[in-house]
């Protein structure tokens, strides 16, 4: 499916569009159709299927004959449970955390105490697909299992996915695409949204 990717967050829509190809999916930024960026609505901290209905229906006003997709990313850690979450990027900014180096290794600092049983963490992607006649389909998956403690990024994916180990023990950025799909949360999410709307 071809989908109009409602997000300025760039990295995102990078890692998303490399994920979908593989998938056999295609995803394609709304400011690239539009030819302009716009200024999505203040997002809850709370909620993330709202965040992402919000998001994929604000864009479809512009675009109501395509197909419109919106994510909504939160990152949970076991041993800090009422922390992160759907506003762990603006705890970073908060905390005044540059890059997503800084970010990695704070979040290693964070855990250099915590044992192996306790080291649970895993990213979960709510996905809302928008269709022409603005009926919204939403699905939402998780990624990873545990924080390693050494970071082991890849050629095409990186971020928090550095630290997060998947089921089969690498991390989410190591594996190749072709491998990492079957892991990851936002191909699980769009793997599943589009099952849904298949059916």
């Known amino acids: 499916m071809r989908f109009i990717f409602a ?32 200024t999505f609505p203040p997002e809850s901290e709370t909620d993330q299927e709202s965040n992402a209905r919000g998001k994929a229906a604000f864009i479809h006003q512009f675009l109501p004959d395509d197909w419109i997709l919106a994510d909504d990313t939160a990152f949970f850690l076991e041993a800090f449970p009422e922390r992160f979450g759907v506003k762990a990027a603006r705890e970073f900014k908060a905390l005044g955390l540059k890059g997503i180096q800084e970010e990695n290794a704070y979040l290693l600092d964070l855990y250099a105490n915590i044992p192996a049983e306790k080291r649970g963490a895993y990213l979960l992607s709510t996905m809302a697909a928008c269709s022409p006649t603005g009926e919204i389909t939403v699905a939402a998956c998780r990624g990873g299992v545990a924080l390693t403690q050494t970071p082991v990024g890849g050629p095409d994916l990186g971020g928090l996915t550095d630290l997060l180990l998947a089921e089969n023990g690498k991390t989410l950025s190591e594996m190749p695409l072709t491998e990492a799909v079957h892991y990851h949360d936002r191909a699980r999410t769009l793997t599943a949204l589009v099952q849904q709307l298949q059916h």
């Open 7 to 38: 997000s300025n967050n760039e990295a995102k829509t990078r890692e998303l569009t490399k994920l979908a190809k593989v998938l056999g999916h295609e995803i394609v930024s709304y400011r690239t159709v539009l030819g302009e960026k716009l």
